[in-house]
């Protein structure tokens, strides 16, 4: 099958199949597939423009919303913190999408930048599994409420919503997977406030960044700045599935296992990307 936008063309099974598997592992460890997904387009299938980053934020567009229905049926989405964080994230967004076309197009320094920001999310699943450890040793201080945040601790929170969205933009992700670990080991809220509130964040933040991508990619006259929505939309739609499964399946699996191997497959990526070490297609 032909993706016209990214010049691709490979069996629509592939990477539907990749971002169910991805997805269904990486959704145990609280995290969106985007992280990889990224890579996989890059080294497998040589999907190496700046549209692959707009590619992976569609994929979190169609591949989210069930989950954000999830947990607002089971309330636990903290509104007033889902407010908040997608008011500064979005911003933060539309300056990344800026900032990956004007200084990124070059797949060489991406990659760099992409290991770069991999290595902040294995910091931020790290400080996760430290939270749970901490907890079961009873050594950890009593969680608090997103309302009980004072002002000038807001104003701090504010500020990294930005700048996350800002990296988050430029590699194609929502800001979920890096602010999740600052809001549970920084600011040591509970893990029912911030699960729900990142997806939806997640959500937010990659439709204006997606949007931001598209409009770019007209008003320059550059077609690979946007993104292969049906490219998209497969990895969506097998990202969806593979969240579906890993939900239902959380329970049969060793989670904190999974969310090791997951940490361990990062750290390998993030190495060879930020080393310029060997890895799938090369531009």
Not at 6 to 27: D, H, M, R, Y
Request: hydrophobic content about 55%.
């Amino acid at each position: 099958m032909l993706f016209p936008v990214s010049g691709l063309e490979v069996n629509p099974v592939l990477p539907a199949a990749a971002a169910l598997v991805i997805s269904f592992f990486t959704s145990m460890s609280g995290v969106s597939g985007a992280v990889l997904l990224l890579p996989f387009q890059m080294g497998i299938l040589g999907y190496s423009a700046a549209g692959v980053s707009a590619t992976n934020l569609v994929f979190n567009v169609i591949g989210t919303p069930a989950g954000v229905l999830g947990y607002i049926h089971e309330r636990r989405m903290s509104w007033p913190l889902a407010r908040f964080v997608v008011s500064r994230l979005v911003p933060g967004e539309v300056m990344g999408v800026l900032v990956r076309v004007g200084f990124m197009l070059d797949s060489r320094v991406f990659r760099i930048f992409a290991g770069l920001v991999i290595f902040a999310v294995v910091i931020s699943l790290a400080v996760r599994e430290l939270q749970v450890v901490r907890r079961r040793r009873g050594a950890r201080g009593a969680e608090r409420d997103a309302g009980s945040l004072g002002t000038g601790e807001m104003r701090v929170l504010g500020v990294v919503c930005l700048l996350v969205g800002i990296l988050s933009a430029a590699y194609g992700m929502g800001g979920g997977a890096l602010l999740a670990g600052v809001l549970l080991g920084g600011w040591n809220l509970s893990v029912r406030q911030v699960a729900g509130t990142m997806l939806f964040a997640n959500f937010c933040s990659s439709v204006a960044g997606a949007a931001t991508y598209a409009a770019a990619g007209r008003v320059l006259g550059h077609p690979t700045l946007s993104p292969d929505f049906r490219l998209g939309v497969l990895l969506g739609l097998g990202g969806m599935a593979g969240m579906y499964l890993g939900a239902r399946m959380q329970k049969y699996f060793p989670v904190r296992l999974i969310r090791m191997v997951l940490i361990i497959v990062l750290l390998v990526v993030a190495t060879r990307y930020v080393t310029g070490l060997p890895w799938g297609h090369r531009p």
